[in-house]
């Protein structure tokens, strides 16, 4: 809850609130998703649900958004390769969930995220999105 709360304050503002719901519960679907499919045909484990993989989603998702306007996220790589690594080295984490949470944060970011157009005086002219539904 900490993670959200830290990293989901700066995400809902950069991407607003309707975007930054999506970023997650896509992210949450896709983590479920990928766990599911990790796990089929094993009877010793259950799927996750995709909480913590929301997160990861989000995390990756700021790191899209910086990465894509040029803004250092080295700090970003650094947590999210951190926190994987914790999740290898204990056997109860999910990590195709985390995983999975990550590539959909970062893939719908990439898509939806915003996408700021600078003019040639450097002021800020529109947010155009690679695809703009449902946030027409």
Same mark, same amino acid.
């Given at each position: 809850?900490?993670?959200?709360?830290?990293? =989901?304050?700066?995400?809902?503002? +950069?991407?607003? &609130?309707?975007?930054? /719901?999506?970023?997650?519960?896509?992210?949450?679907?896709?983590?479920?998703?990928?766990?599911? *499919?990790?796990?089929? =045909?094993?009877?010793?484990?259950?799927?996750?649900? =995709?909480?913590?993989?929301?997160?990861?989603?989000?995390?990756?998702?700021?790191?899209?958004?910086?990465?894509?306007?040029?803004?250092?996220?080295?700090?970003?790589?650094?947590?999210?390769? /951190?926190?994987?690594?914790?999740?290898?080295?204990? &056997?109860?984490?999910?990590?195709?969930?985390?995983?999975?949470?990550?590539?959909? =944060?970062?893939?719908?970011?990439? /898509?939806?995220?915003?996408? *700021?157009?600078?003019? /040639?005086?450097?002021?800020?002219?529109?947010? +155009?999105?690679?695809?703009? *539904?449902?946030?027409?």
């Amino acid at each position: 809850m900490y993670s959200l709360w830290y990293l =989901g304050r700066p995400a809902e503002r +950069v991407f607003g &609130p309707g975007r930054f /719901l999506f970023v997650y519960l896509m992210s949450a679907f896709s983590c479920a998703l990928a766990s599911l *499919w990790s796990k089929r =045909g094993r009877r010793d484990s259950l799927p996750s649900v =995709g909480a913590s993989g929301g997160v990861f989603g989000v995390m990756a998702a700021m790191l899209v958004f910086r990465w894509r306007h040029g803004i250092p996220c080295a700090e970003l790589w650094l947590m999210l390769l /951190l926190n994987l690594a914790v999740g290898l080295m204990s &056997p109860q984490v999910d990590d195709a969930g985390h995983i999975g949470g990550a590539a959909a =944060g970062a893939l719908t970011s990439f /898509l939806w995220g915003p996408r *700021w157009v600078w003019s /040639l005086g450097g002021m800020l002219i529109k947010d +155009v999105p690679i695809i703009r *539904w449902p946030f027409v």
